[in-house]
C-alpha cells in the first residue's frame, strides 16, 4: 500500500511533509509576529534566575523596571541583594503573647504589594477556643470578627510560609520556578512560575497564595523598594507568598510583621548566631513547628515564653 | 635553688592572671548595658513633675485623688501607694526598693525589681517589641510604652477586618 495519496488538485503530499508544515504554521501561530519590540523577545529567551550572571540579571531587571513604570506610572526599584554568608533565617512566634488583631496581614499586604482586588493575604490568623483539642487546625475560625481581642477563652496563632529546610512545595514544582535560597528563604521566580499550582497543593501549611485575576492594586500604594525574588509586583496566574521581606530582611532590617506587632509576640533573627533572640527563645522556651511529624523542618518557630 | 626560684614565678604569674581574668569578668558584668529605647510616654504637659509637687509635701496615705491624677487608679500590685516607685523627696526621679534614685528613662530596671524573668527576656530581646536591624542597632519599648503602670494588663485593641471569604471572591 502506498502511503503517499493524491488530492484533486494533483498535489502529492506524505506524512512527513505534511507534519513539518504543520509544526510551522503552528510555531508560527504561537509567536506573534506583530510585537516585535525588544522587550517581548527579551522576556521571552529570559533564563533561569539562578543560571544568570550578574550582568544578565541587571538587564533583566531593568526592562522589567521599565515595564513597571508604564504600568504603574512610578519609579519602581527592583533589587538583587544576595544572600549574607553565614545567616540562616529563623522566626518565631510567642503564642502566650499574640493577641489575633491582624495587625501583621496587614502591614504585609503594604509592605509586599499583594493584590487588594482580588485580596491576598500572606497571613493567616487562626483562633482556636482555649482548652480544646490543643491545635486541630480544622476547629480553627479565621474570619473572627469581635470588637475586641483578645477575647477571653480564645487564642490566636498566625500562619505564614514556615520557610521550611525540607520544603515540599520546591520538589513538586515543574519548572524550578521556586527554590531554597542559601539563607534558608523560599523564594519564587514570577517570571519562571506556570502558574500550575502544584506548590499549592504540596505545601501542608497552606501558604501559598495564587494570582486567579490581575493582581489590581492602586499606584500609589505600590511599595516601589522591591526585590526580584519578593515584593516586586506579580502577573495574573503565579504563585506567591511571605519571603521573610526578602527586600528588607537582606539588608538587616526586620520583616514587616515583626515592627508593627503592637505585642512583640514575633521574633526574628540569624539562627547561626548563638546570640540572637530566636536562638534564645529555642533555647530557653518550650518551642514546637507546626506540623513538625511531616518532617518539613520548618525555621518557623511558636513558642511560649509566658508560664515557664 | 634554681628550679624553686622557677616554680615561684611561674605560680606567681598564674596568681596574676587569675587575678586579672576574675577582674574583667567582674568588670564586664558591673557595667549595666545601655538600651536605645525612646522617651517615656507622658501625658502631655506633666513632667516635669517638680513643677507644681515642688515644696508640695508628701502624703503617703493611700486615698482616691480628687485635685489631680484622677484617672489613676491602682490596679497593680494590691496595697501598693505612689511611693513604692515615685520618689517622694524629687517627683522627678523614681526611687528603687534599695533607695536608689533612678530617671524615668532607666524604669525598666524599677520593673524588674519583681518581674525578674520578664526582665530577663525583654534584655535578650525576647519580650516586647523590637524594630530596627536584626543584626544591628535594635530600638527597645520601656515597659510602660505597652504596659500603663498604673494598670499594666495590655488593653484590648479592635481587629483589623478578616480576610474576605471565598464565596465574596468575585
Known amino acids: 500500500m502506498s502511503k503517499i495519496r493524491s488530492n484533486p488538485s494533483g498535489v502529492k503530499l506524505d506524512r512527513r511533509t505534511f507534519l513539518k508544515g504543520a509544526a510551522l504554521g503552528l510555531a508560527g501561530t504561537a509567536l506573534p509576529l506583530d510585537k516585535t519590540d525588544a522587550s517581548f523577545w527579551e522576556a521571552f529567551f529570559q533564563k533561569h534566575f539562578r543560571e544568570m550572571n550578574d550582568d544578565e540579571k541587571k538587564k533583566v531587571i531593568q526592562r522589567l523596571e521599565k515595564e513597571y513604570e508604564q504600568k504603574y506610572k512610578k519609579a519602581i526599584h527592583i533589587g ?61 475560625e479565621k474570619y473572627y470578627n469581635p470588637q475586641n481581642v483578645p477575647e477571653p477563652g480564645y487564642f490566636y496563632m498566625p500562619v505564614q510560609c514556615q520557610q521550611c529546610e525540607n520544603p515540599p512545595c520546591v520538589r513538586a514544582c515543574p519548572t524550578q520556578a521556586t527554590w531554597k535560597e542559601p539563607d534558608g528563604i523560599i523564594v519564587i521566580d514570577y517570571n519562571w512560575c506556570i502558574g500550575c499550582r502544584y506548590c499549592m497543593a504540596a505545601c501542608p501549611y497552606g501558604a501559598r497564595r495564587f494570582n486567579w485575576g490581575e493582581p489590581k492594586r492602586p499606584a500609589e500604594e505600590i511599595n516601589p523598594n522591591t526585590h526580584y525574588l519578593g515584593n516586586r509586583p506579580r502577573y495574573k496566574g503565579v504563585v506567591e507568598k511571605c519571603t521573610f521581606c526578602v527586600q528588607r530582611t537582606r539588608n538587616g532590617r526586620y520583616p514587616a510583621c515583626v515592627e508593627i506587632c503592637p505585642v512583640g509576640a514575633r521574633k526574628f533573627g540569624n539562627l547561626l548566631d548563638p546570640q540572637s533572640e530566636i536562638r534564645y527563645a529555642i533555647e530557653h522556651k518550650r518551642v514546637f513547628r507546626l506540623k513538625e511529624d511531616l518532617n518539613t523542618n520548618p525555621k518557623f518557630y511558636y513558642f511560649f515564653a509566658y508560664g515557664r | 635553688m634554681g628550679s624553686k626560684k622557677k ?5 606567681f604569674g598564674l596568681f596574676l592572671f587569675l587575678l586579672l581574668f576574675s577582674n574583667a569578668e567582674a568588670v564586664e558584668q558591673d557595667i549595666p548595658k545601655k538600651f536605645f529605647v525612646p522617651p517615656p510616654p507622658f501625658s502631655p504637659g506633666i513632667y516635669p513633675c517638680s513643677q507644681c509637687h515642688a515644696g508640695m509635701p508628701a502624703n503617703a496615705k493611700p486615698r482616691k485623688l480628687e485635685m489631680m491624677h484622677q484617672d489613676i487608679v491602682l490596679k497593680h500590685m494590691p496595697g501598693g501607694w505612689c511611693f513604692n516607685c515615685h520618689n517622694p523627696d524629687n517627683r522627678d526621679k523614681l526611687r528603687l526598693a534599695n533607695g536608689q534614685l533612678i530617671s524615668f528613662e532607666e524604669s525598666y530596671l524599677l520593673c524588674g525589681q519583681c518581674h525578674g524573668t520578664v526582665f530577663r527576656d525583654w534584655k ?7 524594630t530596627g536591624m536584626w543584626n544591628g542597632e535594635k530600638q527597645y519599648l520601656l515597659c510602660v510604652h505597652c504596659h500603663w503602670p ?19 471572591i468575585k
Open chain 2, 124 to 130: 535578650t530581646g525576647l519580650h516586647g517589641k523590637r
Open chain 1, 80 to 140: 538583587s541583594e544576595k544572600p549574607m554568608p553565614g545567616v540562616l533565617f529563623g522566626y518565631g512566634l510567642d503564642l502566650s503573647r499574640c493577641i489575633g488583631c491582624r495587625r501583621c496581614v496587614y502591614a504585609c499586604v503594604k509592605e509586599n504589594n499583594q493584590s487588594i482586588d482580588p485580596q491576598v493575604h500572606w497571613i493567616t490568623v487562626l483562633r482556636f477556643k482555649k482548652g480544646e483539642k490543643w491545635i486541630d487546625l480544622e476547629e480553627s
Open chain 2, 7 to 11: 616554680s615561684f614565678l611561674l605560680s
Open chain 2, 150 to 168: 498604673h494598670e499594666p494588663t495590655f488593653r484590648q485593641l479592635q481587629p483589623m477586618p478578616p480576610p474576605a471569604r471565598p464565596s465574596n
